[in-house]
C-alpha cells in the first residue's frame, strides 16, 4: 500500500496540563493526515461523489511528545471490505524515531448525495495503491 506522511511541529496550543501533547490533539492530527491523504489521492470528481466518515477510532500511545518536537505521521490502508477502510497512522518522534502513537480508524463510505453506505470501488482502491488520483 501506498504510505502518505507528513511532519507536524508541537506548538504550545497542542499540550495538556503536563506540558504533552493533548491526547485530543492526536485525534484531530490522525484525522488530518488521513484527509490530506484523500486529498492526495483522489480527484475532484470523486470527491463530489462520496464522503469518508469514522466508524471507530483504537489509539494506543506509546511515548510523549512535548513542545518543539517534529513527528513523522505516516497513514497507509491496512484493510478495505465493501464500504469500509481500516487506515493505520503512526506517528514517530523525528530525532529519536520512536513510536509515538498508533492509531487504528475503521472508516465508511458514504455516497455524496443519499449518505448511504457503498461499496468502495477497485477505482479508489487502486487510487490508494498506487498514489494516483481516481474517479468512482
Do not use: C
Request: net charge positive; proline share 1%.
Amino acid at each position: 500500500m501506498q504510505t502518505f506522511q507528513k511532519k507536524i511541529k508541537v506548538e504550545q496550543e497542542d499540550l495538556d496540563e503536563l506540558d504533552h501533547v493533548n491526547n485530543v490533539r492526536y485525534v484531530q492530527w490522525v484525522q488530518d493526515v488521513a484527509k490530506e491523504h484523500w486529498l492526495a489521492a483522489s480527484d475532484a470528481v470523486t470527491r463530489n461523489e462520496v464522503v469518508w466518515v469514522v466508524l471507530k477510532h483504537t489509539i494506543s500511545y506509546k511515548h510523549a511528545a512535548k513542545l518543539g518536537d517534529v513527528i513523522i505521521a505516516k497513514t497507509y490502508i491496512k484493510d478495505t471490505k465493501a464500504a469500509t477502510s481500516i487506515r493505520m497512522v503512526e506517528m514517530f518522534d523525528q530525532k529519536t524515531d520512536k513510536l509515538i502513537i498508533s492509531s487504528e480508524t475503521e472508516w465508511v463510505l458514504l455516497n455524496g448525495k443519499t449518505l448511504k453506505p457503498m461499496r468502495v470501488s477497485e477505482k479508489i482502491k487502486d487510487a490508494f495503491k498506487s498514489g494516483t488520483p481516481s474517479s468512482t
